[in-house]
């Protein structure tokens, strides 16, 4: 076996078990969302931001402090934590800011065999 052919087998593999994960993932429980109580459901508790105690708790300035800052650090902050580490598992992405300087195409093409070379890969 070649090793695209072992790579084509487990890219089918992770998108079935991906697939049927979407599936399976309301039915075990793991996370869905009720929509009659109008809460969502995390391993099989119900989670929620607590905002409506806070709104109705205090009304003053503090209270709604109290209830922004709950807000950033159970709801905004988990998600930028989450989604600042896929940039990290990527070892291809380039670490720097600087974008490639663009060339001109005449170096692609430096002698008659890279033209039939070419010609041969088109066929």
């Not at 790579?7 to 049927?20: D, E, G, N, P, S």
């Not at 922004?68 to 990290?88: E, G, N, R, T, Y």
């Not at 670490?95 to 195409?105: C, E, V, Y």
Request: hydrophobic fraction near 45%; aromatic fraction near 10%.
């Amino acid at each position: 076996m070649k090793f695209s052919d072992n790579l084509l087998r487990y890219r089918r593999i992770t998108q079935i078990a991906f697939v049927m994960l979407i599936f399976l993932v309301p039915v075990l429980d793991i996370f869905r969302y009720d929509t009659h109580a109008g809460e969502l459901i995390v391993l099989g508790q119900a989670w929620s931001l607590g905002l409506k105690q806070g709104f109705y708790a205090d009304q003053s300035v503090s209270g709604a402090t109290h209830v922004a800052a709950h807000f950033l650090l159970k709801a905004v902050l988990p998600w930028v934590v989450i989604l600042s580490v896929f940039p990290l598992l990527d070892p291809d992405v380039p670490r720097t800011n600087r974008l490639p300087q663009a060339r001109p195409h005449s170096h692609l093409l430096q002698n008659e065999q890279d033209t039939v070379t070419l010609e041969i890969q088109r066929s």
